[in-house]
């Protein structure tokens, strides 16, 4: 046990004060003078119900909430008794209807929660995650999604976040995990861009490569040659008009068959997203430019 600390004189004998625990107590007279309510114990907690994750504050505040992440969470107890657990059920339903206000804010919230799925399902960073919610709460409140579906501007936020970010992510790619299709996705998109203004520029072909090269199973010696042939590519404004990913494709095809690989244009072009004769023209253009390449 620790000792009592000192904590004044007695009002009523003038003894010496003491403090043990909670309470002020006199040792002359037993008087108790105060009852401290304060808890002197431990002030951090964790919020992974162990010991692991001391923090001395609440969670920080999320941008990827439509709260803030500020509202509380009823949890859930098994060894609750049946009748005391429906009524825990009751009042965390009532509790989920009550976060929200107003149908704009229910609609923030369900957006922003489609948003953070859609990250995770593509793998990106919690920087990903709050510039996109940020983007569609800012969609909302210019009214873009009126005549537009929450789950499509909810997409379009996190493409276009991965296109300032000059991160390589196709839009196949993005509705192949959303609840939005590939139209719902380009009409949103198109609108966050005109009435936002998004700082977006054309993706580099070789940020696709690495992708490519793995999904097709081709050697690191195919990727960098590929590489060479991007770099002629961009150089010499030849992508102009055509989509990144099929240029990248037409590097990695063109540097399979100058090492004999068996890569067709059609594999080749399915895995890119873009039709066959967008790859032959981009084969072409490279293989009129090869002499370059070899140069450089």
Request: proline share 4%.
């Amino acid at each position: 046990m620790h000792a009592p600390e000192t904590a004044g004189q007695c009002p009523e004998c003038g003894g010496e004060l003491t403090r043990d625990g909670r309470e002020g107590i006199c040792r002359e007279c037993g008087l108790v003078v105060a009852e401290s309510r304060i808890d002197h114990g431990p002030e951090w907690r964790s919020f992974e119900d162990d010991t692991t994750d001391r923090r001395r504050t609440g969670p920080p505040l999320s941008r990827a909430r439509h709260d803030r992440g500020l509202s509380t969470r009823i949890g859930r107890d098994r060894g609750m008794a049946p009748r005391r657990r429906r009524r825990i059920a009751r009042l965390r339903r009532q509790h989920r209807r009550s976060r929200t206000a107003s149908k704009t804010e229910r609609n923030l919230m369900y957006g922003m929660m489609e948003v953070r799925r859609i990250v995770d399902q593509l793998s990106l960073s919690e920087r990903f995650r709050d510039d996109a919610c940020v983007l569609f709460e800012s969609g909302q409140d210019a009214g873009l999604l009126h005549g537009r579906t929450i789950e499509g501007m909810a997409a379009a936020a996190v493409y276009a976040v991965c296109r300032s970010a000059d991160v390589s992510r196709m839009i196949e790619e993005v509705t192949s995990v959303a609840q939005a299709d590939s139209d719902e996705l380009t009409v949103a998109y198109a609108a966050l861009n005109r009435e936002l203004g998004l700082e977006t520029g054309p993706i580099d072909p070789r940020e696709y490569l690495p992708r490519f090269a793995d999904r097709l199973d081709l050697g690191p010696e195919i990727e960098r040659r590929a590489r060479e042939f991007a770099a002629i590519v961009v150089d010499r404004n030849l992508a102009g008009g055509r989509a990144p990913s099929g240029v990248a494709a037409a590097c990695l095809y063109t540097a399979a068959r100058e090492h004999g690989g068996d890569l067709t244009q059609r594999d080749a072009a399915t895995v890119a997203g873009v039709a066959s004769a967008t790859l032959r023209s981009t084969y072409q253009d490279i293989n009129d430019r090869q002499g370059e390449v070899a140069s450089d």
